[in-house]
Structure formats: C-alpha cells, structure tokens
C-alpha cells in the first residue's frame, strides 16, 4: 500500500482492535471473529511493481597471512540508507548502512574476524550456525564496546552451508537485527567442487536475505508492535537484501537461491505464484542428502533453505510468502501474522538462457545419528514468552553441562500456547522425530533451528565432539528474537569428564579473546 494509504488505515486497524476487544468481552465471539478477518491480515499482494534490481550484498575479500589464514574486517556503522522510495532511513549495517557483506570461506580455512564496533553503544556479533569455541561464538557474554575491536578466530570444520551472522546483546538482540545488521556467512567444501550445482555468487548463487520492516511517514523504521502481537514486530513492507519491491533477472536455466528468515518474528511460507515447485537442496547447516521436491516451504526466524528453482525463457514468476501455519489458535493466528500474505521477489528470464548442468539426484552424504549412541535425553519445556524449563535467561547461570565426546538426545515440547522455535550454538542437530513420527524430507538434513507451534514435541540429536570450556556457555533460545530478548533462553557448557563448573559466572564481559 502506499505511505499516504497506509497511516489512515493504521488508524483505523487500531480503532477496530480496541472495538473488537470490546465485543470478545461481551463474548460475541462469531461476530469478533469475523470482523477480524479484513483488519488483522496485512498483504501487499498487486501492490508494487516489483522492477527494483535486487541488490547483491558483495563478498568480503579477505587478507591472507603468511600462514594462510583468511583475516576479514568487519565493522558496525550507523548510517542512512535508501530502503524505501521517497525516504531515507537511518539504520545500521556492518561495513555499509544496512545489512553486510557475504563471508565466504572453506571448510578447513583458519579464519579470523576483526570486528570493530563504530556505534555509540555495546553489541555482539553471533556466527549462527557455526560450530567454534564458546569465547568466539559472538554471544552475549562477547560484549564489543564501542570504538574497541573483537578478533575471534577458529577452524572451519562443518559442512558446506549457508551461516549468517547477526548481534546477540542481551535484551536487545530484536532491535539490534531489526536495525540492519546481520550478514550471511556461506561455507564451502573443497571436496564437494564436481557437484552440479549452480555456484556462481550473484549470478546462478543468489541470496535471499528476507525481513519484514514498518515505516513512520518520514522513512524512520517504526519500533512499535501491535499490542495483540505474541511475537513482536510484524512489518508491512518486506526487503530481500535490504530491496524493496525487488527483481531479480535470471540468465542460467536453474537458479539456486539460499533463503535466510532474517525477520525478528515473521514466518514466511515460501511459494511461487503459479505454484510450480522447486527442488530443496539444503538446510540450515548442510546439503541435503538429496533435492526434496516442494511447492510450499515454511521458515521461521533464524533458519535458512538453499532452494533450485528451474527457470524458462522469458519467465516471469513472482517468489511469495503465503499464510504460513503457526498452529495457534484464531485469534493468535491472526494477531501474529498466520493470514498474511506477501509479494517477496519477482524472477524474470532472459529469452536465451545459459542452460546449467541438471540437479543431480544425489547430493552429500548426510551420516545418520544413532539414536542408542545417545548417553542422555535432556528435556526442554518452551513455557512461556521468557522462558525454558521455567526460568528465565540470567547471564550468570549455568543451566546444562555435558560432557565431551558424547551425543545425547534433546527433547523440546511447546507447553505454550503461542509459537516458538528451538535454536542451539556450538552443534548441528538431526531431528529425530516429531511428534513421534518422522520428519519430513527435508527436515532429515543438518538444523540449527527448529520450528514448535503449540503443542509440539520435536527430539533432535547430536554430538558434542569438542571445544570444551567450563567457564564460558553456549546459547540455547526461541529464535523469536522478542522471546530471547525477555529471557527465553538458556546457557550451557561442554566440560572433560569429572570438570567441576562455577556456580556462578562471573565478569561475563571478560571473557573476550
Ligand atoms: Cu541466531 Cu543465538 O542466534
Ligand atoms: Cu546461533
Ligand atoms: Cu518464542
């Protein structure tokens, strides 16, 4: 909708909510549901004309030393930025205005990340996905003050996988994110380079960095949520890499496109308009075993999918997100976005495209965890908007220790009525079920996050194989970024057998590198 359309009809959005809550306590609830269905869904759908060339965040090019680590500079500025027509925005983005680069590096590079913090207040910047040490991981305990520069680095030794980045400050991780700054961090596997797939960064390898954003009049984002909102902030503009409305021209048969929900608090049901169906070829943390053939994919904030899609001469489909399945009741499905629908990217062919290799049918090999090398089930019970198992985040305690070398199974259960999802540093888990029956295909590769409408029960395994550190915890939260903002989240470390742990955690901020 236009700006001018769009603040009388907030107004009026509002008007309508407080008269619907009046009717519900009247209890006319038939009436209070129908009356909700044209006020409380947001879509943009034949709005825009979607003729913005999609911008492509650039690669970061990395100095190699002498020993040949990859060193790469990273730094947060506050600036302006162009996101919508007309406006300009003040936001944040880490080498540039709003978002950043793309880190690319390979599975067996020795890394390091010089990140610099040029803002005027304390933040963090998380490797999501990654598996590193605890003092490199970019939580909240590895505070980056301002003008002071963080340098973590680690090995590269996961699978190839589409990773991203973002802030993590305690109690302000949704704002920091929905300010700008997040970045994509792409891993690529030497050993995987005769695999057909389409590779070319920005060309047939494309990014989608998707987030929902709202807009005052004078182009400053606008923080409020709707007070019906569970999740927090459910904007009515959405950016693909930080472009309104955009396109992309696609000149390759077949167009691999690596899908970040990058949003605090949006669910996207990813699908093209004219309903053809795409091959999924990876999850959050690794290629699948093989392409699963879909028409509808679902991603919360926090997980990624790398999707092949098969583009003809002269096509002109339209990339949307359509109402995705929170599991919540009506009225919580509404209030929380389960009935909006959005135009996402538009994707036009040459007339003579560059015909790529066919997908192969199979893809890596995805080594099943075994369910009775488990040495422990460890329960999690999501009970409420701030917190697991009862309590709340306190950076000073340590909630879980495991022992290295070890797997063990994590059983999470959604007693809450409203949706949450699972989100684990340091480890990439295989979901073992979900509600005791099997996950769907492409649910069975590597994941970092997992979606848990109510009332679900998802058991995930993995490995704890190394990086042992009694004193400094890894993240584990809804990645609701509101959710783990409150407090749902917890901190756990991986210790050698028979190591005694602090009570307490103390100079949390200390442990830098
Ligand atoms: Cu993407 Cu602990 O987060
Ligand atoms: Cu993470
Ligand atoms: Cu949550």
């Known amino acids: 909708m236009s700006k001018d359309q769009r603040f009388p009809a907030a107004g009026l959005h509002a008007g309508w909510r407080t008269r619907r809550l009046l009717l519900l306590s009247l209890g006319i609830l038939s009436l209070f549901i129908s009356a909700c269905g044209v006020a409380s869904s947001e879509s943009n759908v034949g709005e825009h004309e979607f003729d913005s060339p999609l911008?492509?965040?650039?690669?970061v090019e990395p100095e190699v030393s002498l020993d040949g680590q990859k060193v790469f500079d990273l730094e947060f500025v506050a600036g302006e930025s162009d996101l919508m027509p007309g406006v300009t925005t003040e936001t944040w983005g880490i080498n540039g205005s709003y978002l950043g680069p793309t880190i690319r590096a390979d599975r067996g590079d020795d890394v390091q990340i010089n990140v610099r913090n040029g803002l005027d207040e304390v933040t963090t910047l998380h490797w999501h996905g990654m598996h590193l040490p605890a003092r490199m991981d970019?939580?909240?305990?590895?505070?980056?003050q301002p003008g002071e520069t963080w340098e973590p680095h680690w090995t590269i030794d996961q699978p190839a996988a589409t990773l991203w980045f973002h802030p993590h400050m305690h109690?302000?991780?949704?704002?920091?994110?929905y300010r700008g700054?997040?970045?994509l961090f792409i891993i690529d596997d030497p050993d995987l380079e005769d695999l057909a797939l389409p590779r070319e960064y920005g060309v047939d390898d494309i990014p989608l960095i998707v987030q929902d954003k709202q807009f005052n009049d004078d182009g400053s984002l606008d923080f409020s949520t709707g007070m019906m909102s569970n999740l927090g902030i459910l904007g009515d503009e959405i950016l693909v890499n930080g472009t309104h409305a955009p396109r992309f021209q696609a000149s390759t048969s077949l167009v691999r496109f690596r899908v970040l929900n990058a949003s605090t608090a949006r669910v996207y049901n990813f699908g093209f308009d004219d309903n053809r169906t795409f091959d999924v070829i990876g999850s959050d943390t690794g290629l699948l075993a093989a392409p699963v053939s879909m028409d509808r994919l679902q991603l919360s904030p926090g997980e990624r999918a790398e999707l092949v899609v098969s583009m003809a001469p002269g096509d002109d489909v339209m990339l949307r997100s359509f109402e995705p399945d929170l599991g919540m009741d009506a009225w919580n499905d509404r209030t929380n976005g389960g009935r909006d629908t959005f135009?996402?990217?538009?994707?036009?062919?040459?007339?003579d495209l560059v015909a790529s290799p066919d997908l192969p049918d199979e893809l890596v090999e995805v080594t099943e965890l075994e369910e009775p090398d488990a040495v422990a089930t460890r329960q999690f019970s999501l009970d409420s908007s701030q917190s697991i198992n009862g309590e709340s985040m306190d950076m000073g305690r340590i909630d879980e220790v495991i022992e290295v070398d070890t797997t063990e199974i994590w059983e999470i259960t959604n007693e809450h009525g409203m949706l949450h999802n699972f989100h684990d540093h340091l480890i990439h888990f295989q979901i073992l079920d979900i509600d005791g029956a099997d996950p769907p295909e492409h649910l069975r590769g590597w994941k970092d996050t997992v979606q848990l409408p109510p009332g679900r029960t998802v058991r995930l395994i993995a490995e704890f194989n190394d990086y042992a550190d009694p004193t400094v915890p890894f993240m584990y939260h809804c990645h609701i970024l509101r959710h783990e903002d409150r407090g749902m989240m917890g901190q756990f470390v991986v210790v050698e057998p028979g190591t005694d742990v602090p009570d307490r955690l103390e100079n949390t901020d200390d442990h830098q590198h």
């Open 343 to 351: 135009e996402i990217l538009r994707i036009t062919g040459d007339d």
């Open 138 to 144: 970019g939580g909240p305990h590895q505070m980056i």
């Open 171 to 177: 109690g302000a991780t949704a704002e920091h994110v």
């Open 181 to 183: 700054a997040a970045g």
């Open 55 to 59: 911008s492509i965040p650039a690669l």
